[in-house]
Nanobody, 127 residues
Framework: QLQLVESGGGLVQPGGSLRLSCTASGFTLDYYAIGWFRQAPGKEREGVSCISGSGGSTHYGDSVKGRFTISRDNAKNTVYLQMNSLKPEDTAIYYC????????????????????WGQGTQVTVSS
């Protein structure tokens, strides 16, 4: 069974940090671009950050540039999202997705593309 599982979410104070993990089972991530997306209540799902299969190309949404870092460890079949300087507006359910399409990571993020999706992990930034 092909599955993506997110972990690492939780409650954090403004200015704090969290690291999200996205681990695949049933398939290897090597040939897939991976994206992190988020959806806040009443808002559309948006692309946060995306990374190519090799890790050589990355894209970040304007609202997270300079604060979030995406990385991948193909040996562990896992992609990470390091989130620093968190703000209340970062509160959302965060999803990871894998895309095997021949597209750019920018397109993946902007168009919220994904062949496989995880169930999401809640991130709440509040004092």
């Amino acid at each position: 069974q092909l599955q993506l599982v997110e972990s690492g979410g939780g409650l954090v104070q403004p200015g704090g940090s969290l690291r999200l993990s996205c681990t695949a089972s049933g398939f290897t991530l090597d040939y897939y671009a991976i994206g992190w997306f988020r959806q806040a209540p009443g808002k559309e799902r948006e692309g946060v950050s995306c990374i190519s299969g090799s890790g050589g190309s990355t894209h970040y949404g304007d609202s997270v540039k300079g604060r979030f870092t995406i990385s991948r460890d193909n040996a562990k079949n896992t992609v990470y999202l390091q989130m620093n300087s968190l703000k209340p507006e970062d509160t959302a359910i965060y999803y990871c997705a894998a895309s095997g399409l021949l597209t750019t990571v920018q397109a993946m993020c902007v168009k919220t593309l994904g062949d496989y999706w995880g169930q999401g992990t809640q991130v709440t930034v509040s004092s």
